[in-house]
């Protein structure tokens, strides 16, 4: 079996971890959201980038799911007294990976040589694709303005009501032609990791020519819904949807990704929410979404694979 995966954001981390636990490396490739990043203190940061390949390395932090376990914080106290920029906190392992890949990307490679790089000295053998080696940057629209992603996550916690986004970049981004390779030949699944459909996968499906491009190599696309429950297990995703005024139940996040889907994942605790999902004429399946262990990435990556498995036999998708 072999995956192409979306993700960004620590639920994704979750599953793509199942993912590279479950296939062999040569058999599973992410692509990754890029709209997080941003340069900050001279440096190129890349959040989501970072999340995945700390957890695929086994050095993510535990506690708040960004950057890197067993951290200090000298460089942060030291700039503090500096009087530099320490709302985002960079530990000080953290901080080696940022220099390094602005000193990557200085030399002339592109974001995903850098990641390539960085991937391979953290001892990760599957595939770590940004969306695009051009900018895309997510924009927050508010009532009093527009936010930067950072400003808007980090800065102001997610705290200002949100009433749409926007993918600064997006118009002239080309997808990372890594991606085109890795979509052929077309693997088993496509799939989309549950992660924030709004700042985490739209902005992957905003790189022109990248929705077509999942949807025309002809492998299932299957998506594990974010919501559970009517709550999202972790991050804004759930308040972004209130403030939206869109229902935050899993087949609300289904209708949002539209008729790229072929099929969508709920949680148990979401079972009754099979049939509205069925009457969007998406093939559905009820699993334990949500991730404790490292058993339940497996699992949810294995029930994820097999799903896909049973549209790819010409089960009727309804997919147009
Ligand atoms: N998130 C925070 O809430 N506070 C931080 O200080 C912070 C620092 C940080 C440093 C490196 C990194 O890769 C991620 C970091 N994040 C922080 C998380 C980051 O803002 C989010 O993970 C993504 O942008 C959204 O998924």
């Known amino acids: 079996m072999k995956v192409v995966a979306l993700t960004g954001g620590i639920g994704g981390a979750k599953l793509a971890l199942g993912f590279a636990k479950a296939l062999p490396a040569q058999d599973t490739a992410f692509i ?39 951290e200090t914080w000298q460089f942060m106290a030291a700039l503090e007294e500096l009087g530099g920029e320490t709302w985002f906190r960079l530990g000080d392992k953290d901080l080696a990976l940022h220099v390094m890949r602005k000193q990557l990307l200085a030399g002339g490679a592109t974001l995903t040589a850098a990641t390539a790089a960085i991937a391979k000295r953290l001892g990760i053998a599957t595939t770590v694709l940004p969306m695009s080696d051009d ?27 949100v009433t749409g986004f926007a993918f600064a970049g997006s118009e002239t981004a080309r997808v990372n032609p ?3 390779a890795a979509l052929d030949p077309a693997p088993d699944a496509i799939v989309i990791c549950p992660s924030n459909p709004f700042v985490s996968v739209d902005p992957i499906l905003s790189v022109p020519g990248l929705r077509e491009l999942l949807r025309a190599c002809g492998a299932p696309i299957v998506a594990v819904s974010p919501i559970v429950g009517g709550r999202a297990i972790k991050g804004p995703t759930a308040k972004m949807m209130r403030e939206l005024a869109i229902p935050t139940t899993a087949e609300a996040v289904a209708e949002h990704y539209g008729d790229i889907l072929d099929g969508f994942i709920v949680d148990e605790q979401d079972a009754s929410a099979a049939d509205a999902v069925r009457s969007l004429g998406l093939a559905t399946r009820v699993a334990q979404t949500v991730m404790q262990s490292l058993d339940d990435r497996t699992e949810l990556a294995r029930t994820t694979l097999d799903f896909a498995a049973s549209l790819r036999k010409g089960v009727a998708t309804g997919r147009g």
């Open 32 to 70: 990754v959201n890029t709209g997080d990043d941003f340069e900050h203190l001279g440096l190129h940061i890349s959040p989501d980038i970072d999340t995945l390949v700390y957890t695929l390395a086994g050095q993510a932090g535990l506690v708040a799911g960004w950057g890197r376990r067993g």
């Open 135 to 161: 900018p895309v940057r997510t924009v927050v629209q508010t009532p009093t303005g527009a936010l930067a992603f950072q400003h808007y996550f980090v800065r102001d916690r997610c705290a200002p009501p």
């Open 178 to 180: 890594r991606i085109e």
